[in-house]
């Protein structure tokens, strides 16, 4: 796919004729300085007739006046050398391109190298948190690439501000306004409690001899699948491993521990290893906090099994195990992180344990889109025909996204060594 660059330029916040203003500096929550540093990328397709340049970009001035964090900059505010969001109203960065071609000849079904070329260049040093490139082809259609730190927003305020963009764009009002970080949200006990072994969790020890991330060769052999799992598919192993339990799985619980086995039997573990779950958790609710709340406010669940018990007990064992870590990680355990986080106690040369790796096996990562309202990004032409994650090559670090069909039908992006990649389909809709 042959990609031209047409022009590059930064939008930035619209006050409606009145003066922008001053530069404010909003310090780095706890969970900002504990999430992963990398870039979030999904890709969303309109078809034509799609929604103009214009009238994208008049609603992103808009919306950024709410949201002015993904209009500012990641830096340290000089007064104090606190680490902060710098609302100084840089802009986003917005690349317009075109591809000679239709798009339905073109824009791969699922994540490949090819998906690279329709986001802005992410390589180095970048100066805003969020970039666009608004691909146009020959058929009418659009794709957008969009790029965020994740530092600056979990997927929950990201899709907040995603959905406002759409409203917008359209003059419609753009909703509650998003709720900021501030000094205080994050209070400890007057006398900490750490409940939790954080500093194993959340945090780490490392080696000064250890090497973590990518060492720049690890998608070589890797190849990321797509599986769709039909509305029935579901409901047969969700009324399965339900059977004789008070209140039946939920989709996600379900999935996950039926891609869990999956992957366990294709990856050719022996039984005596454990593989573990990295899954987030909201806090919002369980801190008490709103919903609009913009920033990160996650931390994880860690489900854990050795590779015998996922293989020859039932799908109902791994299900309870997902269900049983996420319930512990309930709002007692956030207050507890929080003490912990706070107190000084993190203050122990610990690093953040949330790292992207090439190869996460015998573990595996999971990202889980299905709560968020993604298809709701209208512009005034309609909700998009697909979205998907862009090309993110790690071993184990699965997406789980609602099938741009609609009829409750699931797809998963499943990123699978090549030599396990016939193994992983043999066994991918086969639940016992």
Not at 125 to 138: K, S
Not at 206 to 217: C, E, I, M, Q
Not at 274 to 296: C, M
Request: charged share 20%; with cysteine; glycine share 8%.
């Amino acid at each position: 796919m042959e990609v031209k660059v047409l022009s590059s330029k930064l939008v930035k916040p619209a006050y409606n004729g009145g003066a922008a203003p001053a530069t404010e500096y909003i310090p780095l929550s706890i969970f900002d300085k504990v999430t992963y540093q990398m870039q979030m990328a999904i890709i969303y397709a309109f078809a034509a007739p799609a929604p103009s340049t214009a009238a994208i970009e008049k609603g992103l001035a808009a919306v950024l006046n709410q949201y002015r964090a993904f209009a500012g900059q990641i830096g340290v505010n000089p007064d104090d050398g606190v680490p902060s969001f710098i609302l100084n109203d840089r802009g986003v960065r917005v690349v317009e391109a075109s591809v000679d071609a239709d798009m339905v000849d073109m824009a791969p079904a699922k994540p490949t190298p090819e998906l690279l070329k329709l986001h802005p260049d992410i390589e180095g040093e970048l100066e805003e948190v969020v970039l666009l490139q608004l691909t146009r082809f020959r058929c009418g259609s659009l794709a957008i690439g969009f790029t965020s730190n994740h530092v600056a927003a979990d997927g929950h305020a990201t899709s907040n501000f995603l959905v406002a963009w759409g409203r917008a764009t359209r003059g419609l009002p753009m909703g509650p306004p998003p709720v900021h970080h501030h000094r205080d949200l994050f209070k400890p006990r007057s006398s900490p409690r750490v409940e939790h072994d954080h500093r194993n969790r959340e945090y780490y020890k490392p080696s000064p001899t250890a090497v973590v991330g990518h060492n720049g060769n690890g998608a070589d052999n890797i190849v990321i699948h797509k599986a769709h799992f039909t509305k029935d598919f579901i409901a047969g192993m969700r009324a399965n491993a339900s059977e004789g339990r008070g209140r039946p799985f939920s989709r996600f619980e379900i999935i996950l521990a039926h891609l869990w086995r999956t992957m366990t039997r294709a990856r050719g573990l022996s039984p005596e290893e454990t593989s573990t779950i990295r899954l987030s958790v909201d806090g919002r609710h369980r801190l008490g906090k709103p919903a609009e709340y913009f920033g990160n406010m996650v931390l994880w669940a860690f489900p854990r099994a050795t590779v015998g018990d996922l293989l020859n007990r039932p799908l109902k064992h791994a299900a309870q195990v997902i269900h049983d870590e996420v319930v512990r990680v309930d709002g007692a355990y956030f207050q507890s992180f929080v003490d912990f986080a706070t107190s000084g106690a993190a203050k122990e040369g610990l690093s953040r344990s949330a790292l992207c790796k090439d190869v996460l096996c015998p573990d595996v990562e999971v990202d889980s889109w299905l709560t968020f309202p993604f298809y709701e990004l209208d512009f005034g032409t309609g909700s998009p025909s697909y979205f998907m994650p862009s090309y993110f090559p790690t071993e184990g670090m699965l997406f789980l996204a609602p099938s741009y069909i609609g009829d409750g039908s699931v797809d998963a992006f499943v990123p699978v060594f090549e030599h396990n990649l016939q193994a992983f389909k043999e066994c991918c809709y086969s639940v016992e």
